[in-house]
């Protein structure tokens, strides 16, 4: 069995003053996980287990400024960003993939465990009054169904546990492509330009009402209102510090799973909920350039009596987009 720790670790501070809120624990190359922002990168350390399991740390800010503790709890979306981050790293540590070659994204899951987010008081430092503290979570990870072509990872599986201090709060899965740039270039046929396609968005609408939502703040909200019920626009805003966070030529997965858990949430928008589970599955980039519609309609409860919504994203008359079926819990019981 290997056992290869790539941690990572502070220097000890001097004579500090026991009020003084800890250092963050330092984190991977942000350029492993694809993060032009140091402090949105949520990953402290890999280890490898066995030849195809990995082992990694991460950190949750409850602070966070996209995804902050809501109700007691962290926000999903948190754990979807660190899942995200770990195949990018382990694409580039573990199997030697160059930095520069796209991860594409063919499908998303997750399933929390009831209470597996709740952001319990864990400190053992004195802090700051005031200061936030970060949650420690480990996500063990194994890959499957590797596909190569010659000395090159083509498209990978892996599947996740997700435990806080030492107990298990969510499972996961993903499946991705790798694409050199030049093969990249071609499947984007002329939109593979960041800056190009950035500048070309389509203008941002209103945002539909913060709470209707779930959100904080409108910048967050991932919504517009059209002329239908259960029908919204995508707003896609190009400025935004976490979902793009750098130039990217088209909508972020991460924006989309956002948009459809605002979606479950707009739907039943007379109680918070949860999104307990998400089911995605990644058809065609939606363009910066064309507007992107967002429509729900309820589906048949799941066996533990949860409400389900489906999620299509659509742009033109082509195929969805992205579908995403989100499983929800009231807040209060997630």
């Known amino acids: 069995m290997f056992r290869t720790d790539h941690s990572t670790t502070m220097p000890d501070t001097v ?9 963050a624990p330092a984190t991977v190359p942000k350029e492993y996980v694809h993060k032009r922002a140091a402090e949105e990168v949520l990953l402290t350390g890999w280890e490898q ?3 195809d399991s990995y082992r990694i740390t991460a950190r949750w800010p409850r602070d966070h400024r996209a995804y902050g503790v809501r109700n007691g709890h962290h926000d999903p979306m948190l754990l979807v960003e660190t899942i995200r981050q770990t195949f990018p790293l382990l694409s580039h540590v573990a199997f030697d993939i160059p930095v520069g070659h796209q991860l594409i994204w063919d499908h ?3 399933a929390l465990i009831p209470g597996g987010l709740w952001a319990g008081a864990r400190d053992t430092v004195p802090r700051q009054r005031g ?3 970060d949650d420690e979570v480990r996500i063990d990870a194994v890959c499957q169904d590797v596909v190569r072509r010659g000395n090159r990872v083509a498209a990978l599986t892996l599947a996740y546990v997700v435990s806080r201090d030492g107990e298990p709060i969510a499972t996961a899965q993903t499946r991705f492509t790798v694409q050199t740039p030049a093969i990249y270039r071609r499947l984007r046929a002329g939109k593979g330009d960041p800056a ?3 500048a070309a968005a389509v203008p ?3 945002p539909i009402p913060v709470a209707r939502a779930g959100r904080a703040a409108p910048r967050e909200v991932a919504l517009s209102a059209t002329d239908r019920a259960r029908r919204w ?3 896609v805003d190009t400025h935004h510090p976490v979902h793009f966070d750098h130039p990217v030529d088209h909508a972020p997965g991460s924006l989309l799973l956002d948009a459809a858990r605002q979606a479950a949430q707009a739907l039943h928008h007379q109680t918070p909920v949860m999104a307990v589970a998400m089911e995605c599955d990644f058809t065609r980039y939606v363009e910066l350039d064309e507007p992107c519609l967002v429509e729900v309609t309820q589906l048949p409860r799941d066996p533990a009596r949860r409400d389900r919504v489906g999620v299509v994203l659509q742009q033109g008359t082509g195929d969805p987009s992205c579908t ?3 499983t929800v819990a009231p807040l209060t019981t997630a």
């Open 49 to 51: 287990l066995a030849e």
């Open 324 to 326: 995403i079926i989100v």
């Open 204 to 206: 941002l609408p209103a």
């Open 131 to 133: 200061a936030a503290a």
């Open 15 to 23: 004579d500090a003053p026991m009020t003084a809120a800890p250092a």
């Open 196 to 198: 190009a396609m950035m």
């Open 108 to 110: 998303f899951s997750y």
């Open 233 to 235: 626009q995508l707003r």
